[in-house]
């Protein structure tokens, strides 16, 4: 058990499912390494890396693996897992990863090379380069081309099967794309209601209960 975890209201069960997966520096505070970087967490402060590694936390014999859950952090995963407890209860079957601060190609290559075929579920963040993240690995993850195009019109112009598909910032996300596209990935996204993450609402849920 980690007194931040604690503090923050996360479960004895998804801390213990998770405790494997991190490290406590010299400080007391959280580090979940994604190879040579890590994601720091300590009260005060958070910071996710940029990097060509991913984080993965869960079982490693990916024949086992039934569903990823993919995060833009592992925090998300951890906040995710303590709002979803029922998945406790078949935790061997599932498998976590973090991108970091930016998807990369590499990213959706590993993945696609290790996971291909398996139940995804993303869960991205709702602010702009989330729900961009989601769509891009959506595509990866079916090897499907797709490009995109954020435009200084605050305009996303998205280029796909031989078709142009335009959203303003604040409309665009996964579903409305699947939507004007009418093609689905088959992907589950889910998203925090009234928070940009799921980290942000477990902060904000602990700061309520205290």
């Not at 007391?28 to 390494?33: Q, V």
């Not at 595509?139 to 796909?160: H, K, M, N, Q, S």
Request: aromatic share 16%.
């Amino acid at each position: 058990m980690h007194p931040y975890l604690t503090r923050l209201g996360v479960s004895a069960g998804v801390q213990e499912f998770f405790e494997p997966f991190y490290r406590t520096d010299e400080s007391g505070d959280l580090c979940f390494w994604y190879g040579q970087e890590a994601e720091h967490f300590g009260f005060g402060f958070h910071r996710v890396p940029v990097s060509a590694d991913l984080w993965l936390a869960g079982n490693r014999n990916f024949s086992q693996i039934r569903e990823v859950i993919i995060s833009g952090s592992a925090l998300d995963a951890v906040s995710w897992l303590n709002k979803k407890a029922i998945f406790l209860s078949h935790a061997e079957n599932l498998l976590f990863i973090a991108t970091g601060a930016g998807l990369q190609t590499e990213h959706i290559r590993w993945i696609n090379k290790h996971l291909y075929g398996k139940v995804f579920c993303l869960i991205y963040g709702n602010d702009l380069l989330g729900r961009l993240a989601s769509l891009k690995l959506a595509a990866g993850l079916r090897c499907l081309p797709l490009e995109i195009y954020v435009e200084d019109t605050a305009r996303i112009r998205i280029c796909f099967r031989s078709r142009v598909f335009c959203f303003s910032q604040e409309n665009f996300s996964l579903h409305a794309f699947e939507k004007a596209a009418k093609f689905r990935f088959g992907i589950r996204c889910e998203q925090p209601k009234g928070h940009l993450t799921f980290f942000d609402e477990l902060k904000a849920d602990a700061f309520l209960n205290f």
